[in-house]
């Protein structure tokens, strides 16, 4: 696993063009549904989780996406 010194507050903020459509995905990350987080920064942390949790499912990205 590569390890680096980047938080996860600093790779949000820094991604140069986020997804518009990231806030289009829906689902529930501990016991909370993304699509109802009103802070944006929280809810893009939120749906990256969502998003490696389905991957860890074995899901790949572009099923992930066509899903939306």
């Known amino acids: 696993m590569a390890e680096?010194?980047?938080s996860y507050?600093?790779?949000l903020t820094s991604a140069p063009n986020p997804n518009p459509k990231r806030?289009?995905?829906k689902g529930r990350v501990c016991?909370?549904?993304v699509e109802e987080?009103?802070?944006e920064r929280e809810r893009d942390m939120r749906i990256?989780?969502?998003m490696v949790d389905e991957i860890s499912k074995g899901k790949t990205l572009k099923r992930i996406f066509m899903e939306e």
């Open 23 to 25: 806030f289009e995905k």
């Open 9 to 11: 507050l600093s790779f």
């Open 48 to 50: 990256l989780d969502l």
């Open 37 to 39: 987080i009103e802070n």
């Open 31 to 33: 016991g909370i549904k």
């Open 4 to 6: 680096s010194d980047i």
